[in-house]
Antibody, heavy 123, light 108 residues
Framework: QVQLVQSGAEVKKPGASVKLSCKTS????????IHWVRQAPGQRLEWMGW????????KYSQNFQGRVTMTWDTPASTAYMELSSLRSEDTAVYYC????????????????WGQGTMVTVSS | DIQMTQSPSSLSASVGDRVTITCRAS??????LNWYQQKPGEAPKLLIY???NLQSGVPSRFSGSGSGTDFTLTIGSLQPEDFATYYC??????????FGQGTRLEIK
């Protein structure tokens, strides 16, 4: 069974940056995209964007444009998401999730989720 | 952005009950609608995709229907493990993927 394993919890001060990792056990990862979705306490899920592991193309949500950077490390089979200029409202659990590139209609269907990484932004 | 609104926001039900949760989109999204289940402290789990397709491994008591702006998730006969929060998600506007606010299903 394919797994997405995320890095551990982070505590950051306002204005800082955080870089999270998401390692996949998927061997055919070029057929998939890695999205990032976050969930602030008591709030709905919020999509942040995705990266194509095959060509490292990215697409970001307008809500995070300019603050988020998604990258991919092929030898490590690991996706990264860096969020800058952190503020208290960025306190949330961040999930990496898989979408399939095989059929375009399933790119935004999130079938495999990482366990989540808690990011706390506090002075 | 396409707004997704679920109703009710919470409901109480008993084991064996039939439960229906509704999701409404602010504009037509064809059948680009997915449903997820989330239990406390866990990541969401995909239940239904493209409005009515059951994800592999999901029990058949779960079903989805709808198109355009109105969608429903039905649980045919509630089991103890079904008490959780359910989210709908539209995948029509890929410029901005959005989720509903969630429906918390509690034991009566």
């Amino acid at each position: 069974q394919v797994q997405l394993v995320q890095s551990g919890a982070e505590v950051k001060k306002p204005g800082a940056s955080v870089k999270l990792s998401c390692k996949t056990s998927e061997t055919s990862f070029t057929k998939y995209a890695i999205h990032w979705v976050r969930q602030a306490p008591g709030q709905r899920l919020e999509w942040m964007g995705w990266i194509n592991a095959a060509n490292e193309n990215t697409k970001y949500s307008q809500n995070f444009q300019g603050r988020v950077t998604m990258t991919w490390d092929t030898p490590a089979s690991t996706a990264y998401m860096e969020l800058s200029s952190l503020r208290s409202e960025d306190t949330a659990v961040y999930y990496c999730v898989r979408g399939s590139l095989i059929v375009v209609e399933t790119l935004y269907v999130f079938d495999i989720w990482g366990q989540g990484t808690m990011v706390t932004v506090s002075s | 952005d396409i707004q997704m609104t679920q109703s009710p926001s919470s409901l109480s039900a008993s084991v064996g009950d039939r439960v229906t949760i509704t999701c409404r989109a602010s504009q037509s999204i064809s059948t680009y609608l997915n449903w997820y289940q989330q239990k406390p402290g866990e990541a969401p789990k995909l239940l239904i995709y493209a409005a009515s397709n059951l994800q592999s491994g999901v029990p058949s008591r779960f079903s989805g229907s709808g198109s355009g702006t109105d969608f429903t998730l039905t649980i045919g006969s509630l089991q103890p493990e079904d008490f959780a929060t359910y989210y709908c998600q539209q995948s029509y506007s890929t410029r901005q993927i959005t989720f509903g606010q969630g429906t918390r299903l509690e034991i009566k």
